[in-house]
């Protein structure tokens, strides 16, 4: 994008700010609207409260408007399957863009001119306004900053660290386009969350929908803990500071890095050492709601259950931050679809077979009781109380409250509708969840559903603290045990993990991703450590994020990987007639997969034409993004190599061109 662009659309977009927020002001308090200057905006603390809450819904992520909201994100997932299987899953058909990608600075620009304009006027005394609250709304922009460059760790490693608004010049703008390494992109995230976490209010506003202290630390815990384990799983490749291939080295300004701690070892050692102490803070201070185990009664409600759907977030102490609807003006289509068919996301067999039994077992132990997965009844019996109250069955009632029943709502559970063709009515694993669903059928007109979204939850720091405590040690302290003892008490498992980790062979658990670090199975210890955490966080959409930094895909490079659903062909065959579950690799009229491919439905494997048809494959490029060629011909002062940008590892600086060595 070109950078005298990104500058004007910048001033714009704050333009555009001031004349909506000054709009909310009393018509007599404002200026004429020809008047407003940034000169005379950020100066008061309303106004920059404003600013601030603006910036929520560009970088926070909630539901959107007609999907599945944040409980359809873990989808193209080994948790989640989607009818079309997504491109990073198909070697050579994702490709280096020409324009636009990852490499944006938009929101960066919208902070970054934020605190250039507050701090010093802040810091002369030149704000007007309650003085914590003034600190509180500084806090949220640090905050937002830097869960803005998460994003951008995330996605290319290596970026650029801007923290003025920078002027106009070409050649100012060239020299901050060079990449700083991985770790000095995550210690500027957790500097900025320091900052944050120092003034952040513990309570806002009351109704946690404002960040707070516990987010800032929640999320320090989560940045600190996916670097260190990047480092330690990527250590040695060319996806690291200073490992082999590493294209930084190639640029003179990153040619003689050294790590802070001395090492990559050492840094490695740091980061966990910082997830564990923001995690602790967390965890220690916000109890976990309550799980009753009821299922279906609007009188005993369950406020575990309920939180995930909750209209109000407020009173649940877990929820640390979560995005208010309001009906009939800010609306989603959640409840439509946790009440149907999840907008064709389907939990994989995978995620299902992932839950132990109630007693602890993994369904292949002996002694489990597992009953087996010829009825979706047999597949929750007896099992972790979070699958029983989670996993759909038919039958069962989605609506208990009839206030006005809306068009869309589904009242009673019907048995998967694996054969439909559209989005909004397609079950494509048979598997579907209920996380989310709200029995009020009134929010189930099309588009009128106006539940929260949980942003943070603060079982996250539990399971952050647990995997870096062992990640660092090898070992599972006294926090970790009772952390992990209270998240199975709360799961309705018996909290003996120990009797877990004896039972798990994990030549077993291999259609689980995160069994695998580098192709190489990881200990039972550390992969239910994994489990509990992928059981916990299902569908919330921090998946791909765990999977990326555990390294956990490398053994799809040579070896496919079949996403399947619910076992179709057995005795659930009988749900259906042979017009609805038409088969056949050559048959254009094919809706479901082949038995001679496997009992279990294959919903990316219905028909021979699809790329997807001989499974999901992985290329090691594939961890990180590509960047846009055009960012490169902006920057370069000849050829594209001379451009300080370098390009991430396997991947070409051609345009529409996939990685090399495929």
Request: aromatic share 12%.
């Given at each position: 994008m070109n950078f005298k662009y990104i500058m004007n659309i910048g001033v714009l977009t704050v333009f555009s700010a001031l004349v909506f927020l000054m709009s909310c002001k009393k018509a007599l308090d404002q200026e004429p609207l020809s008047n407003i200057t940034p000169d005379k905006y950020l100066q008061e603390e309303s106004q920059l409260g404003a600013y601030a809450v603006a910036r929520y819904t560009s970088i926070l992520p909630s539901h959107g408007n007609w999907s599945f909201g944040t409980f359809g994100i873990d989808g193209n997932t080994d948790n989640m399957v989607l009818p079309d299987l997504d491109n990073k899953f198909l070697p050579g058909l994702w490709k280096v863009g020409t324009t636009g990608g990852d490499w944006d600075f938009g929101n960066i620009f919208q902070v970054n001119y934020f605190l250039n304009t507050v701090i010093p006027r802040w810091k002369s005394g030149g704000i007007v306004g309650n003085s914590d609250n003034i600190k509180q709304y500084i806090g949220e922009i640090y905050f937002l900053r830097a869960y803005e460059y998460f994003k951008k760790l995330q996605a290319l490693g290596d970026f650029p660290i801007v923290t003025n608004v920078l002027t106009d010049n070409k050649e100012v703008l060239?020299?901050?386009?060079?990449?700083?390494?991985?770790?000095?992109?995550?210690?500027?995230?957790?500097?900025?969350?320091?900052?944050?976490?120092?003034?952040?209010?513990?309570?806002?506003?009351?109704?946690?929908?404002?960040i707070s202290k516990a987010c800032a630390q929640l999320l320090k815990s989560r940045v600190a803990l996916f670097e260190g384990t990047w480092l330690k799983y990527f250590k040695g490749t060319a996806f690291v500071p200073n490992g082999s291939g590493w294209p930084g080295k190639s640029k003179s300004y990153n040619a003689n890095?050294?790590?802070?701690?001395?090492?990559?070892?050492?840094?490695?050692?740091?980061?966990?050492?910082?997830?564990?102490?923001?995690?602790?803070?967390?965890?220690?201070?916000?109890?976990?709601?309550?799980?009753?185990?009821?299922i279906e009664s609007p009188v005993?409600?369950?406020?575990?259950?309920?939180?995930?759907?909750?209209?109000?977030?407020?009173?649940?102490?877990?929820?640390?931050?979560?995005?208010?609807?309001?009906?009939?003006?800010?609306?989603?289509?959640?409840?439509?679809?946790?009440?149907?068919?999840?907008?064709?996301?389907?939990?994989?067999?995978s995620m299902v077979e992932s839950f132990l039994m109630s007693n602890g077992l993994p369904i292949y132990a002996a002694g489990s009781n597992y009953k087996g997965d010829d009825q979706l009844s047999d597949v929750r019996n007896g099992r972790d109380g979070r699958l029983v109250l989670f996993l759909k069955e038919p039958g069962q009632k989605n609506v208990l409250l009839n206030f006005g029943q809306g068009d869309h709502a589904t009242e009673i559970e019907p048995v998967p509708q694996v054969w439909e063709s559209g989005y909004d009515k397609k079950y494509s694993s048979g598997y579907a969840i209920r996380k989310g669903l709200n029995y009020d059928a009134a929010q189930c007109g099309n588009g009128a559903g106006y539940t929260g979204s949980i942003t943070f939850r603060a079982s996250e720091a539990y399971l952050n603290y647990m995997e870096?405590?062992?990640?660092?040690?090898?070992?599972?302290?006294?926090?970790?045990?009772?952390?992990?003892?209270?998240?199975?008490?709360?799961?309705?498992?018996?909290?003996?993990?120990?009797?877990t980790i004896a039972a798990t062979i994990m030549s077993k658990e291999t259609l689980d991703w995160g069994a695998y670090s580098a192709n190489v199975l990881v200990s039972p210890?550390?992969?239910?450590?994994?489990?509990?955490?992928?059981?916990?966080?299902?569908?919330?959409?921090?998946?791909?994020?765990?999977?990326?930094?555990?390294?956990?895909?490398?053994?799809?490079?040579?070896?496919?990987?079949?996403?399947?659903?619910?076992?179709?062909?057995?005795?659930?065959?009988?749900?259906?007639?042979?017009?609805?579950?038409?088969?056949?690799?050559?048959?254009?009229?094919?809706?479901?997969?082949?038995?001679?491919?496997?009992?279990?439905?294959?919903?990316?494997?219905?028909?021979?034409?699809?790329?997807?048809?001989?499974?999901?494959?992985?290329?090691?490029?594939?961890?990180?993004?590509?960047?846009?060629?055009?960012?490169f011909v902006i920057t370069a002062q000849g050829g594209l190599d001379t451009s300080p940008i370098y390009q991430n590892p396997g991947w070409p600086l051609t345009g529409g061109s996939g990685p090399t060595g495929n």
């Open positions: 060239i020299e901050a386009s060079k990449r700083q390494p991985s770790s000095e992109v995550a210690r500027f995230i957790l500097s900025d969350l320091d900052s944050a976490a120092m003034l952040l209010k513990i309570s806002p506003d009351g109704s946690k929908n404002r890095y050294q790590f802070r701690s001395g090492s990559i070892d050492a840094e490695i050692d740091y980061l966990l050492g910082e997830a564990m102490a923001a995690a602790k803070e967390v965890a220690e201070s916000v109890p976990l709601v309550e799980n009753t185990g009821v005993n409600q369950n406020p575990y259950f309920n939180m995930f759907s909750a209209v109000n977030m407020a009173s649940y102490s877990e929820v640390l931050l979560w995005r208010q609807y309001a009906q009939g003006i800010v609306t989603h289509n959640v409840p439509v679809y946790a009440q149907a068919n999840n907008y064709a996301v389907g939990l994989t067999r870096a405590c062992y990640e660092k040690t090898g070992s599972v302290d006294a926090l970790a045990t009772k952390y992990w003892q209270q998240l199975r008490t709360r799961a309705k498992v018996n909290p003996d993990f120990q009797q210890t550390l992969y239910n450590i994994r489990r509990e955490r992928r059981n916990e966080l299902m569908a919330e959409g921090l998946r791909f994020m765990d999977l990326k930094r555990w390294r956990a895909m490398d053994q799809m490079i040579s070896i496919p990987y079949h996403f399947e659903g619910f076992k179709l062909w057995g005795s659930m065959k009988q749900w259906y007639n042979d017009n609805q579950i038409v088969y056949g690799a050559g048959n254009a009229k094919a809706v479901v997969s082949d038995p001679a491919l496997s009992v279990y439905l294959r919903p990316q494997e219905i028909r021979s034409n699809a790329d997807s048809y001989n499974g999901a494959r992985w290329v090691m490029a594939h961890y990180l993004s590509p960047i846009a060629v055009q960012h």
